[in-house]
Structure formats: structure tokens, C-alpha cells
């Protein structure tokens, strides 16, 4: 959704997840513009506008989150747990005992508003 963009340059786009983890609320994901599936897909140029969003997120998430740490993942193919058929970077806050690897997305999708609040702090930190 529009609204949840946080951040877009000419190759790539982050946006706030519509899915999240118990205790990561608010993580981004990073997609270059165009269609790429998977890491061994992506064009050079793209995968570092991809690349450089990511780090530009990871600062933001740092300063406006609150959080102890910042993960990113990205994930290719069924057996890598791929399972959107476009490369995004998940850019996760981190905080102390939080448990991301040893915990389950949470069910269902996060309502707008539950989004914005994230989306706020981050477009934020990027029009200063």
C-alpha cells in the first residue's frame, strides 16, 4: 500500500511489513522497483540500490524504534524459505531476549492504523 512507503528512491522501495513477529513490531521490507524473484536474478545496479535502502532503513529503525539492534534477512527459493516470488530484504528491530528466530510470524495481517504508527516515525526521519 502507498501509505505504508516509508521510503523510495529511482530502483528500490521500503515499506512498512503487513506481517510481523511477537515481539518486531513495525519491520520494513526493502524491494527494488522492478521485478526481480530472487538474488541470483537482480541485476547489480538494483540489488545495490537494495542494499543501500537497507542500511539507510536499519539507521533510521535504530533511531526512531527505540531498539537494541537492528536484523535483516532475505531469503531464495522453497528451500531458503522463500515465499514471495519478489526479492525483498526484511529489516527487523531488535531487542533484548526478543526470541525472532525461535518465534512464529503472528497470524493475519496488521490493520493500517497499527502500520502508520511505524510508518509516522520512519517518514519522519526521512523528510528531515
Keep these: 500500500m ?3 512507503i516509508v521510503r523510495r528512491t529511482e530502483r528500490a522501495a521500503a515499506l512498512i511489513a503487513p506481517r510481523w513477529w ?3 513490531p513495525g519491520h520494513v521490507i526493502v524491494v527494488p522497483i522492478g521485478h526481480h524473484e530472487h538474488l541470483y536474478a537482480i541485476p547489480a545496479e538494483d540489488y545495490r540500490a537494495v542494499g543501500d535502502l537497507v542500511r539507510e532503513v536499519a539507521i533510521a ?5 527505540g531498539c537494541d539492534g537492528v536484523s535483516t534477512r532475505q531469503h531464495n527459493e522453497p528451500a531458503g524459505n522463500q515465499d514471495v ?9 531488535r531487542y533484548e531476549g526478543d526470541d525472532l528466530y525461535r518465534s512464529q510470524a503472528l497470524p493475519g495481517w496488521r490493520t493500517l492504523d497499527e502500520r502508520q504508527l511505524y510508518a509516522r516515525r520512519l517518514k519522519t526521519y526521512f523528510d528531515r
Design 85 to 93: 516470488w519478489h526479492l525483498h530484504v526484511h529489516v527487523f528491530p
Design 2 to 4: 502507498v501509505e505504508d
Design 61 to 65: 529503525i535504530r533511531e526512531t524504534y
Design 22 to 24: 511477537p515481539n518486531n
